[in-house]
């Protein structure tokens, strides 16, 4: 606002033309003062308000023939404003239809060829119609008669108040209005001329003085006037106030600067290291890092982008942290293997009781490493139930081959940048764990176990396997990238080896990535030596004992795999078998008498009532009950199949927590029953007269899977007719409605569970025979196989001429026949 002031622009004239913005000096020109058609004036970039004088510079060849005659005639014209300030040659609907009749004051020819006139405004009118446009444009107008204002009212009065108080306010926040705006202001007492000049002096647009000059009421204009000027203010204000801060951050800026200058100073005379020492420290030790160029380019630039950050700043540490992380990665550091295979074999061995197919796998994986001397390999992936010595199998590879041992836990990792890391541009962001496991390790070809790699979820924040797909892939892995590190890392020295106890949850392109070998439990003679070998020293040595102190015997350690740790692996043995050594530490610590003997009785006494029965086969005097064989995610295990009859309309009930599957499989031995109950000399009658109830005992465990159909069969072939089941015999296997058995998986894990149980029979569908082959003879000792491919070998074999001793007797009400 007041950009330019009216009255500074006609000081040099007369003082006749001074007196004429004094509103004291106005009179309002009546209609019959005009002509009949008035001469219109088209202006751009601002409206004229009665009572203002503006000067006018005029260039087109129409408005200087129109002020020239007017300048010699009666010197009143209409001055009306542009819509389009960008026309050069306005035409009718250009224009607003509302302007101000004007008297020319002066007109001065410039030496530059152009013509400016000095005018005052005096009465607003309204375009009623144009009447010609050539050689300008004339047109007839109604002057617009201002209502008479009662000065002394307190609405008037509080208006023109706080006219002047947000003008003066104006004068004050913008400092390159001249001073004489003030006095020029303090001058004015009419309302309405203060309304004009302040309108006129307005910073906005045209469109919106335009809408001030076309309000009929005084007091209305003044209002919107005032709610413009208000807007102005607090532009005005938040300018100065962003002035006023870049001010102060300047002030602040050049204070810490000579804080700093001091410090330094200080510094230097105490010995300490400033910010340019510590970064030169930096980069010397830069210099024996044997990374690539790009990665050496990219320090560089980081070490000089850190010289510019005010170390006060808190974007320092950050970048300091940074520069420090790329320091300590251990880039082209290696360390150098040993690739004696025999000594290899020896630590696992010593190590790994049992497990030769794994353990032989494993030997050939370093034989290929050491003939081609090259990382690029299959991802290896122990898979098999908690316990069996997964990632302890990892921990000798690495004490083979000489290796750094590095081991990450992917259980519950549900977010990508735990494997990426974070952007640098985030608060607190970190770099993978990858590479922080790189750094602790100080090495870029240690033994790298990702354990539990199957517990990996996805969520809103990003899926972690497929960030693990780069880091398994040797194709792709040489030029890793972490978001942190913003430089690619070459991850192809790394031997990586997985754990997983499922396979079902890892993403199907990771688990493609990777050669799974199966780690399977161990049997109740592998488990004693184990035991005996490496558990009992083991848990001996954390307890404060020594070998002479203590000595557990085979038949005890027998004991406690069969009556209280039924398992594939060894985990809960070692904690029973941590109770044992513990209750001779309290004894030896108290010096109380005991049995350096640990015997049967001592485990009895020591860890309570047995948990696990000997056998836990139920025998076969009820019908009905078949025993099948189960594979969970901690081994096998023996589940029951029961059923039983009912008098009623044949309605099927199954319980028992079971899955699709199993319910399926249900239905479908049920099916094949029905079509083939008169082979089984079984009465139709019997499925619509009975109700049959299915259930798997353990009814709070969920139990799904297709290992149950054959032992449903067999359970509903014995119920229907009443025959005993073979003792001791366990089965597994799918069925098909036309009869066929299906071979299943996890066979060495229910065979292991068969042996702990007491089952000395297993039926199985003919195509498993290759998955006992592969098996080692003495996991077998003790077990006689019934292959099949029917489940009419399947009754042969399991089924009993014998009924039970107390067969159920069918009774079949009477049919009506309707004629």
């Known amino acids: 606002m007041f950009k330019s002031l009216p009255i500074q622009l006609v000081q040099e004239e007369s003082d006749d033309l001074i007196q004429m913005i004094n509103p004291e000096q106005e009179s309002d020109l009546k209609p019959e003062d005009l002509p009949e058609e008035l001469s219109i004036l088209p202006i751009k970039n601002t409206v004229l308000f009665p009572g203002v004088v503006i000067p006018i510079t005029v260039g087109r060849q129409k408005s200087i023939k129109l002020v ?32 101000t009749v004007a008297r020319i004051i002066k007109m001065l020819v410039l030496p530059d060829g152009n013509t ?17 446009e050539e050689p300008y444009l004339t047109a007839h107008i109604q002057l617009q008669s201002e209502p008479k204002l009662n000065a002394n009212g307190k609405e008037t009065k509080a208006l023109v108040q706080s006219l002047k108080d947000a003008a003066t306010k104006i004068l004050k926040l913008n400092p390159e209005i001249p001073i004489e705006a003030q006095v020029a202001l303090d001058n004015i007492s009419s309302m309405a001329f203060l309304v004009h000049f302040l309108a006129s002096n307005l910073n906005v647009e045209v469109a919106e003085k335009q809408k001030i000059l076309e309000t009929q009421n005084l007091v209305d204009r003044g209002t919107l006037l005032l709610q413009y000027m208000l807007k102005d203010i607090q532009m005005l204000e938040i300018k100065h ?43 010397k030790r830069a210099e024996n890092k044997s990374w690539p160029q790009p990665v050496a380019d990219h320090f560089s630039k980081e070490l000089d ?81 908690p316990g069996v010595g997964k990632t302890s199998l990892g921990r000798s590879i690495a004490k083979a081959l000489q290796r750094k041992y590095v081991r990450m836990s992917l259980g519950g990792v549900h977010d990508e940048a735990e494997i990426r890391g974070h952007r640098k541009t985030y608060v607190g962001a970190m770099p993978g764990k990858i590479l922080q496991n790189l750094k602790k390790a100080q090495s870029s070809n240690p033994v790298f176990i990702l354990d539990e790699i199957d517990k990996v979820k996805a969520d809103f924040r990003g899926d972690p396997s497929s960030a693990m797909l780069e880091v398994l892939d040797p194709e792709q892995n ?43 439990g161990y049997t109740l003679e592998e488990k004693v030596e184990i035991a005996a070998k490496h558990l009992v020293p083991k848990q001996l040595k954390e307890h404060g004992l020594k070998t002479s102190d203590v000595k557990i015997s085979r038949a005890a350690i027998a004991k406690v795999v069969n009556s209280y740790t039924r398992e594939s692996g060894v985990r809960n043995l070692e904690r029973k078998i941590g109770t044992l050594v513990r209750s001779i530490a309290k004894s030896v610590a108290m010096e109380e008498p005991f049995d350096k003997m640990v015997t049967e009785e001592t485990v009895t006494k020591v860890l309570g009532v047995e948990i696990f029965d000997e056998e836990l086969y139920q025998g076969n005097d009820i019908a009905g009950v078949v025993t099948g064989l189960a594979w969970t995610q901690v081994g096998g295990e023996i589940l029951f199949v029961e059923s039983s009859l009912s008098k009623g309309k044949g309605g099927l009930t199954i319980s028992g927590q079971l899955g699709d599957v199993m319910k399926e499989s249900a239905m479908a031995a049920l099916s094949y029953l029905k079509s083939n109950a008169d082979a089984l000399n079984i009465d139709h009658r019997v499925f619509q007269q009975y109700d049959l109830h299915i259930h798997v005992p353990a009814g709070a465990v969920p139990k799904d899977g297709p290992s149950a159909g054959i032992t449903m069969f067999t ?48 039926v199985l569908s003919s195509k498993n025979r290759r998955d006992i082959d592969e098996i080692e003879k003495h996991y077998l000792k003790g077990l006689v196989f019934h292959y099949v491919d029917s489940v009419e070998e399947v009754m042969k074999i399991a089924l009993l001429k014998d009924q039970v001793d107390k067969p159920m007797k069918f009774v079949f009400a009477e049919q009506k026949i309707h004629a």
């Not at 359970?715 to 366990?730: C, D, E, N, P, W």
């Not at 597994?732 to 042996?755: D, F, H, N, S, Y």
């Open 478 to 520: 040489n030029t890793f990238g972490d978001n942190y590190l913003e430089v690619e890392y070459d991850l192809s020295k790394v031997l990586f080896i997985a754990t997983a106890n499922a396979l079902d949850t890892i993403h199907s392109a990771l688990r493609d990535r990777m050669e799974v070998i199966e780690v399977s």
């Open 68 to 99: 020239k005659k007017a300048y010699q005639g009666s010197r009143i014209i209409g001055v009306v404003a542009q819509k389009n300030s960008q026309a050069e040659e306005p035409t009718v609907e250009d224009l607003y239809r509302a302007g």
């Open 305 to 385: 982008k850190l010289l510019r950050i005010n170390p006060m700043a808190a974007e320092y540490p950050v970048a300091m942290n940074y520069v420090e992380f790329m320091l300590d990665l251990p880039w082209g550091e290696y360390t150098l293997d040993d690739f004696d295979l025999k000594r290899a074999k020896k630590i696992l061995d010593q190590d790994h009781f049992g497990l030769e197919k794994v353990k032989t796998r494993i030997l050939e994986y370093l034989a290929v490493l050491k003939l081609k001397q090259d990382m690029r390999g299959p991802i290896l992936c122990l898979y098999g139930p």
């Open 116 to 132: 400016t006139i000095i005018i005052q405004g005096k009465n607003r009118f309204a375009i009623k119609e144009f009447v010609q």
């Open 715 to 762: 359970s509903l072939a014995s119920i229907y007719t009443q025959r005993k089941v073979k003792a001791k015999l366990a089965m597994t296997g799918e069925i098909t409605l036309r009869g066929k058995v299906l071979p299943v998986g996890g066979i060495k894990e229910k065979i292991l569970a068969a042996k702990r149980s007491g089952i000395k029979e297993l």
């Open 241 to 283: 106030e962003i002035q006023k801060k870049v001010h102060t951050d300047i002030d602040q800026q050049q204070r810490d600067y000579f804080l700093r200058q001091q410090i330094k100073v200080l510094q230097d005379e105490l010995g300490y290291d400033g910010p340019d020492k510590e970064v030169e420290k930096l980069r």
